[in-house]
């Protein structure tokens, strides 16, 4: 399994970044796909998740409104659009999938890409 970002940068506040994930090893398009973050100091938490197929997607409530999360099952890709980032979205930002095992499941991690939003 090998999970790649991309896209990260430095935006200004109120502007947008839209970070990438290319995806191999594992049947993409079976599998729902997340996005983390983890900023200095702090846990790394959940930001967006989309279902296989993309049926469904759910968001951090502090991310509701100016995220969102899309995939491209063709090209095994999976999106984030940022929008009206604010200071606090500063983070590295985490691709994740979530794949069983035969004891449970397994989380694989990109290696992150670093958003940083500052005037």
């Known amino acids: 399994v090998h999970l790649v970002e991309s896209g990260g940068g430095l935006v200004q506040p109120g502007g947008s970044l839209r970070v990438s994930c290319v995806a191999s090893?594992?049947?993409?398009?079976?599998?729902?796909m997340r996005w983390y973050r983890q900023a200095p100091g702090k846990e790394r938490e959940l930001v967006a998740a989309?279902?296989?197929?993309?049926?469904?997607?759910n968001y951090a409530d502090s991310v509701k409104g100016r995220f969102t999360i899309s995939r491209d099952d063709a090209k095994n890709t999976v999106d984030l659009q940022m929008n009206s980032l604010k200071s606090e979205d500063t983070a590295v930002y985490y691709c994740?999938?979530?794949?069983?095992?035969?004891?449970?499941?397994?989380?694989?991690w990109g290696q992150g890409t670093q958003v940083t939003v500052s005037s």
């Open positions: 989309i279902t296989s197929a993309g049926g469904r997607t």
């Open positions: 994740n999938a979530r794949l069983p095992y035969e004891l449970g499941y397994q989380d694989y």
């Open positions: 090893g594992f049947t993409f398009s079976s599998y729902v």
